[in-house]
């Protein structure tokens, strides 16, 4: 059973930076892919990105891409989101899944989730 563990999360200026963590225990396989997403009051849950445990590959949205980036540290089993730049419109709780074999930015293909991280971005 994959456990996930978020961290990091906070209250941040607009063009600040945060990184959060998750922490992942369980996993028995190279073959899982990360996911970051991210839900804010009412609104659906957000597809951030990916990345590939195995190879380190990445995926973004293009909401993110070029202000977010995911790496993971396999020694130390857990995966991050740093996030740069921040605007209000990032203010959300962000969660970290896993899925086993191919990226996806679907979140109803995810099997495993932590329980989230508050991300608060002040104008």
């Known amino acids: 059973q994959v456990q996930l563990v978020e961290s990091g999360g906070g209250l941040v200026q607009a063009g600040g930076s945060l990184r959060l963590s998750c922490a992942v225990s369980?996993?028995?396989?190279?073959?899982?892919?990360m996911g970051w997403f991210r839900q804010a009051p009412g609104k659906e849950r957000e597809f951030i990105g990916t990345?590939?445990?195995?190879?380190?590959?990445?995926y973004y949205a293009d909401s993110v891409k070029g202000r977010f980036t995911i790496s993971r540290d396999n020694a130390k089993n857990t995966v991050y989101l740093q996030m740069n730049s921040l605007k209000p419109e990032d203010t959300a709780v962000y969660i970290c899944?896993?899925?086993?074999?191919?990226?996806?930015?679907?979140?109803?293909?995810?099997?495993?989730w932590g329980q989230g991280t508050q991300v608060t971005v002040s104008s």
């Open positions: 899944a896993a899925k086993l074999g191919y990226y996806s930015g679907n979140y109803k293909l995810y099997d495993y």
């Open positions: 369980g996993r028995t396989s190279n073959n899982y892919v």
């Open positions: 990345i590939s445990w195995s190879i380190g590959t990445t």
